[in-house]
């Protein structure tokens, strides 16, 4: 893989979806709080408001890598249009 | 894994980029980015440090879900304000762009100021252009160590400072740089301060102009709010060819030339390594350097300034410039209605915030022969920074008053509270399901601090 490659996979896969899991956590942790979500959920387990953030978070942003790095094999490895 | 041979056409987008060295300019242009550089950053890196009413004035304090700016403090259910902040930056970004292009770009995007700001420090510790493209060619001797080493050391120390900066934006700053000192910080902490950090240096310090290239969103969508009105950098091809080296003093006509000298300096202090000549690409931040780089060279060869300058597309074509289109009014004008609508509201606020809850399990209950009683949960939310005691009233049926178990109920700053509210009506006074009433809210001590619920009452059908 070049180098330019490489910055382009970086560029098309994870930076897009850091940026949509940034909003979409924003929006999200503004109207429910992490807090009910662990109550009704695991309230055995020991979560702090701010774990429940963060996953929240990095669960937002695999998601959006898997649906870029998907579009990125899809349109970039395969066969390409003849000119 | 092997891959097939990339077609020609492709290879562009793969060749190994060369560094680029961004000649240093003087120039008004210049002398304007600096200051928006030395004013954003200011901002940034010292806004946490500003106090307002003993704490720090800008807070975000996820923990217990408060945002504190300035004297408002916004809670989740301030969710509206924070959407329309987002929806002004939004058309600000959308009108301005339409108005004078990439003005963001070359001026106030954080990719911008950071890169401006590490080439500083690259120019304090490595020197000019010249030098630097010597030093990257130069074998690995003590010199270049030195210089090398110095300015990542500068790079590592201005990352972590800002990565301290920016989760002082989420925990109160002082506390912080104090644990960070002493190495004590909690786990978040020193994993987004590393990333904000790590992100920093990587951008500004080596990606630079491929993150408006590769990675912008805005840099690949801004053309679409572009017309043949907006400013955008532009080299008067008219004026500029045939370009041509000639000595100084000569009237270029003469020799059949234009006023483009083919001194490459515009090429040279271009941040993206473009060829503006070449005409507008989406490469172009619109950072004006190599206007200042032309003007100067104009300067010297005596001849008249813009050559390169801002304009439009009609003007080049010497047709009309309109300002003021449909898009631009459009934009200007939502803008300012949601502008306006944000601040009347921001200033119409309460500091409170009352639910009402009806009790699910009984409809009504008769008290006794005369009087029928509903039963409501009333959640009471303090938003303010002191203490009120608030009484709870009630008016739109004829007769009615309201028991809770005190006179008043007291709740601390930025805290909840539940009241059993019991509602009741003179039998001969309502009848059937959901006759509205209304439940008002009121400080003891301040009496603007008041809310109006509507709920209804429920009574036997006769
Ligand atoms: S292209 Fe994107 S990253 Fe680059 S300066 Fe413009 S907005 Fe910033
Ligand atoms: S062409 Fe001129 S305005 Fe555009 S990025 Fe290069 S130096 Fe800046």
């Known amino acids: 893989m070049t ?6 996979s970086v560029g098309g896969t994870l930076w897009p979806s850091f940026l949509t899991a940034a909003f979409a956590s924003v929006v999200f942790f503004a109207n429910i709080d992490p807090e009910t979500l662990h109550m009704q959920t695991l309230p055995d387990w020991r979560i702090s408001r701010m774990t429940g953030y963060a996953i929240g978070f990095f669960m937002f942003w695999g998601v959006g890598l898997a649906s870029s790095i998907i579009t990125f094999v899809l349109t970039d490895g395969g066969p390409r249009e003849s000119t | 894994m092997t891959r097939p041979e990339m077609p020609a056409e492709d290879a562009g987008m793969y060749v190994a980029r060369e560094k680029i060295h961004p000649r240093e300019v003087k120039g008004r242009f210049q002398n304007l980015r600096n200051l928006a550089v030395i004013v954003l950053l200011g901002i940034f890196y010292g806004l946490p440090w500003v106090q307002w009413d003993g704490r720090q004035a800008v807070l975000f304090d996820l923990p217990v879900r408060q945002f504190h700016i300035f004297g408002l403090t916004f809670w989740p259910q301030d969710f509206l304000y924070l959407a329309l902040l987002l929806i002004i ?38 020197g000019n252009r010249q030098k630097r493209i010597k030093l990257d060619k130069s074998p690995w001797n003590r010199e270049k160590v030195v210089r090398r080493g110095s300015k990542h050391l500068l ?52 990606l630079r102009e491929q993150v408006c290239i590769y990675m912008c969103p805005y840099a690949r969508f801004q053309s679409a709010m572009f017309d043949r009105n907006t400013l955008i950098i532009s080299y008067d091809e ?18 059949g030339l234009g006023d483009c000298i083919d001194c490459n300096l515009c090429v040279q202090a271009c941040p993206t390594g473009i060829d503006i000549r070449e005409g507008l690409q ?75 809850l009806a009790d699910r399990n009984v409809i009504y209950r008769e008290v006794d022969w005369e009087t029928i009683e509903n039963v409501y949960t009333v959640r009471i939310l303090n938003k303010d920074r002191v203490s009120h005691a608030y009484t709870l009233t009630v008016e739109g049926l004829p007769g009615i008053e309201v028991i809770t178990r005190s006179e008043q109920i007291r709740v601390g700053p930025g805290s909840t509270a539940s009241e059993v509210a019991r509602v009741r009506v003179p039998r001969d006074a309502v009848e059937g399901v959901g006759n509205p009433f209304r439940l008002i809210m009121q400080s003891v001590d301040d009496p603007s601090i008041r809310t109006v619920n509507n709920a209804r009452f429920n009574a036997p059908s006769e």
């Open chain 1, 3 to 8: 180098k330019k490659r490489l910055l382009r």
């Open chain 2, 89 to 126: 930056a939004a058309l600000t970004l959308f009108f301005f762009t339409a108005l004078a292009g990439r003005l963001w770009c070359g001026y106030a995007c954080p990719q911008t100021v950071w890169t401006e700001a590490f080439i500083w420090m690259e120019r304090w510790t490595e």
């Open chain 2, 155 to 206: 790079w590592v120390l201005f990352a972590l400072f800002t990565g301290v900066t920016f989760v002082g934006y989420f925990t109160p700053i002082t506390e912080l740089v104090g644990r960070a000192v002493s190495l004590d910080l909690g786990p978040w902490e020193t994993f987004w301060l590393l990333f904000y950090g790590f992100a920093t240096w990587g951008n500004a310090g080596f």
């Open chain 2, 238 to 255: 008219k004026r500029g060819e045939p370009r041509g080296g000639r000595p100084r003093g000569v009237e270029p006509r003469k020799r």
């Open chain 2, 282 to 356: 989406y490469e172009c931040i619109a950072c004006a350097a190599c206007i200042d780089a032309c003007d100067s060279v104009m300067d010297k060869m005596n001849y008249p300034r813009g050559l390169i300058r801002y304009s439009t597309e009609n003007a080049m074509e010497g047709k009309k410039v309109r300002t003021l289109r449909p898009r631009v009014l459009v934009y200007g004008f939502l803008l300012l209605a949601l502008i306006t609508g944000v601040l009347v509201s921001l200033t119409q606020r309460t500091p409170l915030a009352v639910e009402v």
